[in-house]
């Protein structure tokens, strides 16, 4: 560890701290304490040992300490927000704080993001808020604007974090804008104005400015594309994309080229450099001016984590060359990481900050022995050899993040960034000196946006072309922590190979644990369970996944409750266990009061439908699956080694060794003794269980699809006086069981 890097590593440590306070809440005193002492020890040594290292590691600890009173205080900050407003009905007094997110697709929405001042309820009584809020008007022809002061009739209802694994973190975003829940208006309910607060002038004059560059364009631009534009340029605008389009962007890895990145401000800093010098001004004019340049770029943006990061990135290393006192790249990364996360240290927990820093900083540690290495092995153009070295290395340390994230790897992410992204980057440029020179002549900015828009037309035909090639998305699934682990270290050894490779010793240590870490990789993977559960939290429907060695089956029930958000929870889940194709649907309708929109993505080989008519309550079924569909009342199946057994509403799955007794709101009677019984339970109108369910059932182990209504807690209650081992997946998230001469909970 070098002096020239201490920024990097603090920042790194910094981030250590925050995320520790997260798994170590409860015990964050003692570990305080405990690096504490570690922290004054390596310090105490060092003064008197006079060792660099020791220091070092002494400041790396008190680094860690000031992550986790960071994120304490932080989170003792969220506890003194106005949480006891939630489920309260009244009139709600707010502001405005950021541009309405439209949603034009099938029920329509506005969304706004409002900072609570105050809630008058029915009897008068004012109480003062402390905290933000969503709140949801139906259709998109009326918004508000920044920094209007509104007041608005309706109930508060609770954020609802689904705790399933393989999605973006949003209930870190949730935090670090101090959410305290959604007011939907009743029909007939509409937003009254109580005029400009004269706040978020800023942003406002951001969006006035954009909306008049948006103005001027149209005339010059197809609309579709200039939306398209409009994105590429300042972030945002993703629902007036078609979504065909942003598939397209993600089936081929250059979907960050959508959003205000590292890419943008290296851009526009290249053209203002080459501009400055082309007309003649001095060297530190144009540093300065490019400086001012970007930072108003930056606020039309919106300074979102990750135009924060590219931004302080930018300035720091001009300023850097400015001052002349240069320090190395990492250690400017470092520096802005540091500075992000003691300002919020919830933006590590945001996927485009996490993509965004884990790009950079593997450009800046691969992207040159790459580019060596390649040199070597491919006699082709220097251009084609730098775009693949910087596509490859930005890749590298995000893999395990856009795995989880994503589930899907791009295969012809090097492809895109040599055919597609330098359209894409002219374009931005022509769009930005269009925008620039509207002001002066709109003519010859009318001239360029004609060349940005055939720029962007072929960029946009290309990346489709690339997209809609076999195998475009390679589904792979998340990696396990360990796997992460694995990954990582493999990484730091090729990175610094040259430390260790000439010492026979070094050698022998680091062959040994990366061979330890290999093997343990390779067991785990060898005794694999051949039989697993899936229990996800959908919310107000149920779910369950059996992979039964080479064969996978779905169940979905659908809840009283029309919910979308159910669909991208399966949707995630799978895709997180690697789960790309299923054998048998089992869809359940019985609670269904209107009709469903099924959209979930894994194709299937069959469809059995129980509980009512699937024509009547998803019409849509037949349009989006090629599958045939099998309305079932009572019905004995086989399929392999499984049988099922179903009574039109709850179903029986399972052999003479294992079972697993799906219950819906009619028992299968009479129920039959198995020694291995998994019951999932829950839903089924709610219903408190009894004593005589469970003698009947006789279950071995219990998933509870849990609810916030009081019989959730009565069930679980009465599953732990038997004892049972059970789980309610809306207090525990999704249950992992596997089953090996027991039902274990993995």
Request: proline fraction near 4%.
């Amino acid at each position: 560890m070098k002096y020239h890097v201490l920024l990097l590593w603090s920042g790194i440590s910094l981030s250590i701290g925050v995320i520790g306070y997260d798994y170590i809440k409860e015990e964050t005193l003692w570990v305080g304490v405990v690096l504490l002492g570690i922290a004054f020890f390596l310090l105490g040594t060092a003064c008197w040992k006079k060792e660099k290292a020791l220091f070092l590691g002494a400041a790396l600890c008190f680094f860690c300490l000031i992550g986790m009173g960071r994120m304490y205080v932080s989170d003792e900050a969220l506890q003194n927000e106005s949480s006891w407003v939630v489920g309260s009905e009244g009139t709600y007094e707010a502001v405005i704080i950021e541009p309405p997110l439209m949603d034009k697709e099938e029920g329509a929405y506005t969304r706004y993001l409002v900072d609570l001042e105050k809630i008058r309820y029915a009897d008068g009584i004012e109480k003062t808020l402390h905290g933000t809020a969503y709140l949801y008007e139906s259709g998109v022809e009326h918004s508000h604007f920044l920094g209007e002061r509104i007041s608005v009739l309706g109930q508060m209802t609770a954020i609802r974090n689904y705790k399933n694994p393989g999605k973006m973190n949003l209930e870190g975003r949730y935090r670090s804008r101090h959410l305290l829940g959604r007011i939907y208006l009743p029909e007939g309910v509409s937003i009254d104005s109580l005029g400009d607060s004269g706040t978020c002038m800023p942003m406002r004059l951001a969006e006035t400015i954009k909306g008049h560059v948006f103005d001027s364009f149209l005339p010059y631009m197809d609309e579709k594309r200039l939306h398209i534009l409009m994105t590429l340029l300042f972030g945002g605008n993703y629902n007036d994309i078609s979504p065909s389009i942003m598939n397209s962007f993600s089936a081929t890895g250059i979907v960050h080229i959508l959003s205000v990145s590292g890419s943008h401000i290296a851009l526009l800093f290249g053209f203002l450099y080459f501009l400055g010098k082309w007309i003649g001004l001095p060297h530190k004019a144009v540093l300065i001016s490019s400086i001012g340049v970007v930072l108003f770029y930056a606020l039309l943006a919106g300074f979102v984590p990750p135009v924060i990061r590219a931004t302080a990135m930018g300035i720091l290393t001009v300023g850097g060359v400015f001052l002349e006192r240069e320090k190395t790249t990492l250690n400017l990364l470092g520096a802005v990481v540091a500075g992000m996360v003691l300002w919020d240290p919830f933006y590590l927990y945001d996927v485009s900050f996490q993509l965004s820093v884990g790009a950079s900083a593997g450009i800046l540690l691969f992207y040159r022995s790459i580019l060596g290495s390649l040199k070597k092995l491919l006699s082709v153009p220097f251009w084609i050899l730098e775009a693949t070295s910087l596509a490859i290395s930005a890749q590298l340390l995000t893999i395990p993040i856009i795995l989880y994230d994503f589930h899907v790897f791009p295969l012809y992410f090097i492809p895109a960034n040599l055919l597609v992204a330098p359209f894409l980057e002219w374009t931005i440029i022509a769009g930005l000196l269009a925008a620039a020179l509207s002001i002066i002549c709109m003519p010859l900015a009318g001239g360029i946006l004609y060349v940005a828009d055939y720029g962007l037309w072929i960029a946009l035909r290309l990346n489709m072309a690339l997209a809609s090639l076999p195998k475009a998305s390679v589904g792979i699934g998340g990696m396990t922590a360990w796997q992460s682990i694995w990954y990582y270290l493999t990484l730091g050894m090729i990175y610094f190979h040259r430390s260790w490779l000439s010492f026979s010793r070094k050698r022998l240590v680091v062959a040994s644990i990366w061979g330890i870490f290999s093997l343990w990789i390779g067991f785990l993977y060898v005794t694999a369970p051949k039989l697993l559960v899936y229990c996800p939290d959908l919310g107000p429907d149920q779910g369950m996944v059996l992979v039964h060695g080479n064969q996978k089956i779905l169940y979905y029930k659908g809840g009283g409750v029309v919910s979308h958000r159910s669909a991208w929870e399966w949707n995630s889940f799978l895709g997180y266990e690697g789960i790309f194709a299923a054998d048998i649907l089992i869809l359940n309708v019985e609670d269904v009061l209107h009709t469903i929109p099924f959209t979930l993505s894994v194709p299937v080989k069959e469809i059995w439908v129980t509980g009512g008519s699937w024509k009547d309550k998803v019409p849509k079924l037949q349009d989006t699956y090629e599958a045939p569909i099998r309305q079932l009342g009572k019905a004995k199946l086989a399929m392999g080694d499984i049988l099922y057994h179903t009574n039109g509403s709850s179903w029986i799955i399972g052999n003479d060794v294992w079972n697993i007794y799906i219950q819906g709101k009619k028992s299968i009677s009479p129920l039959g003794v198995h020694p291995h019984r998994l019951w999932l339970v829950g839903q089924g109108g709610y219903k408190e269980l009894t004593t005589k369910d469970m003698e009947q059932v006789a279950p071995e182990m219990v998933v509870y699809y849990g609810n916030r209504l009081q019989h959730s807690w009565e069930n679980m209650e009465l599953f732990t006086l038997y004892p049972i081992e059970a789980r309610n997946t809306y207090l525990d998230g999704m249950q992992e069981i596997t089953f090996n001469n027991e039902w274990h909970l993995r």
